[in-house]
């Protein structure tokens, strides 16, 4: 099974700090994303990645950066995290089947921000 | 930007019922479409997929119907049971994915 991994479920922090989010998938994808999830909003596109060291912005990437060093591996930075970024954040890599690109997600990280 | 909803934001179902949860998609040139399923404190599980050359797809207890003409997609769970329990959102693929809001099923012992 494909495993998508982030580093923590729970995060509480505060305004102004640097905030790095971990993901990490196990399955050799080239594409990686990061999408936030609020309460009647849906899904929401933050940042993705088609290749290591590649970033492409997605539909709200302000107040955000990412890093892909490696190919497993792709992360999220909050610079400066105010509280409107108090969200659930959700990682996912994409394998290419037969019918379309599979989305895999993680187990989510869900960041409080004071 | 993109539109994806779901007609309902919740659903209760006796165990043992059929579910049918309902989604309309904004973008006539989607061309694939993926259900998920998520529980509490989980992240989003694939549950089914559909291309836009097809109209109907079975899977296990669960089956997507696509109408194209009115954009609009559904899921059919038979046989609901309390481990179905769970919000549903749709998401359409054209270029970039776009998620629906969501349905909270809940299943009724």
């Known amino acids: 099974d494909v495993k998508v991994t982030q580093s923590s479920r729970y995060l509480v922090k505060r305004t102004g700090e640097k905030v790095f989010l971990e993901c990490v998938q196990d399955?050799?994808?080239?594409?990686m994303f990061w999408y936030r999830q609020d309460p009647g909003l849906g899904l929401r596109l933050i940042y993705f990645?088609?290749?290591?060291?590649?970033?492409e912005k997605g539909d709200i990437p302000e107040g955000y950066s990412v890093s892909r060093e490696k190919k497993e591996r792709f992360s999220l930075i909050l610079e400066s995290a105010s509280t409107n970024q108090t969200s659930m954040y959700l990682c996912?890599?994409?394998?290419?089947?037969?019918?379309?690109?599979?989305?895999?997600f993680g187990s989510g990280t869900q960041l409080s921000v004071l | 930007g993109e539109s994806v909803g779901l007609h309902l934001p919740t659903l209760s179902v006796q165990e043992g019922d059929n579910s049918i949860i309902n989604c309309a998609y904004s973008?006539?040139?989607?061309?694939?479409f993926i259900w998920y399923k998520q529980e509490s404190g989980k992240g989003p599980q694939f549950i089914i997929d559909?291309?836009?050359?097809?109209d109907k797809r079975q899977g296990q207890r669960v089956t997507v119907l696509l109408n194209k003409t009115v954009k609009h997609l559904s899921l059919q769970i038979a046989a609901t049971q309390p481990g179905d329990s769970a919000v549903y959102f749709c998401?359409?693929?054209?270029?970039?994915?776009?998620f629906g809001t969501g349905t909270s099923l809940t299943v009724i012992p």
């Open positions: 990645s088609y290749d290591v060291k590649m970033k």
């Open positions: 973008n006539s040139a989607s061309d694939y």
């Open positions: 996912a890599s994409s394998a290419l089947t037969g019918a379309g690109e599979k989305l895999f």
């Open positions: 998401a359409e693929n054209f270029v970039q994915f776009y």
């Open positions: 399955m050799d994808h080239e594409n």
């Open positions: 559909i291309r836009s050359n097809m």
